[in-house]
């Protein structure tokens, strides 16, 4: 039922935190919740907009719990086997936002993974509207505001790099130039590929993908990464 609400207890569950932050940060109006009889009530849908639009500013030990939290342990997913190399293209055309998630999209079909490329495409216009998925040092994660079981055969995630970076409504009001294109087929694994990604994708990682040359030389560098973060403490 992805979108009954939770109690507090309940949240703090869902989300690998503690009952007592929760009731401070809920007590100061920093989470998506309101108060039902007296008692802080979460609704999951925003839980999950909230996640998506504030895990870029969460630490290492954070976005490992919230990982957790989303099932099963942190070594047993790897985004990088939903990126393939036809899914990763170092020199997209495009140079508008509009023209970037066209192309992305595009990206996306020709891994041979996806359904219904306008159905993706509308979804991803329709989240980009609503709020835009640029974050800070030149990176924007596009994907649609709920999963998509029925777009693609598969979860995928695509690559793209411009090589002018354009206006993507970034906080930090820089040009995008990496994009990753998330298509999930449930929540959880939507939540834990975005946490996975904050992960990797540290002001160094950014820096060499936007140097490295060729589809596999990026692929290997994010193979690579997520290894070491993904590596018994």
């Given amino acids: 039922m992805p979108y ?3 109690s507090l207890e309940n949240f703090a569950k869902h989300v690998g935190m503690d009952a007592r932050e929760v009731r401070r940060l809920a007590d100061r109006g920093e989470l998506p919740c309101e108060k039902v009889g007296g008692e802080w009530r979460f609704n999951r849908a925003r839980t999950t907009e909230w996640l998506q639009q504030t895990m870029h500013n969460f630490d290492h030990g954070r976005l490992v719990t919230l990982e957790r939290a989303m099932g099963g342990g942190v070594s047993d997913m790897l985004v990088t086997d939903l990126i393939g190399l036809a899914g990763v293209d170092p020199a997209l055309s495009a140079n508008t936002r509009g023209s ?13 993974l996806l359904y219904d490329p306008k159905g993706l495409l509308t979804a991803l216009e329709q989240r980009e509207a609503m709020c835009s998925t640029a974050l800070p ?3 924007a994660i596009p994907h649609p505001r709920q999963p998509m079981p029925y777009v693609s055969a598969e979860p995928l995630v695509c690559v793209a790099r411009l090589a002018r970076g354009i206006w993507f409504g970034s906080s930090d009001r820089q040009l995008s130039h990496l994009f990753f294109l998330i298509c999930c087929h449930e929540d959880r694994q939507h939540l834990r590929v975005l946490a996975r990604l904050m992960r990797i994708l540290d002001g160094d990682m950014i820096a060499r993908l936007l140097e490295a ?4 030389d990026i692929l ?9 973060v993904t590596a018994p403490e």
């Fill in 137 to 139: 040092q030149g990176v």
């Fill in 220 to 228: 290997e560098l994010l193979i690579t990464k997520e290894r070491e």
């Fill in 4 to 6: 009954q609400n939770m």
């Fill in 213 to 216: 040359e060729t589809q596999n």
């Fill in 100 to 112: 970037v998630l066209r192309e992305l999209v595009n990206l996306a079909d020709r891994t041979g």
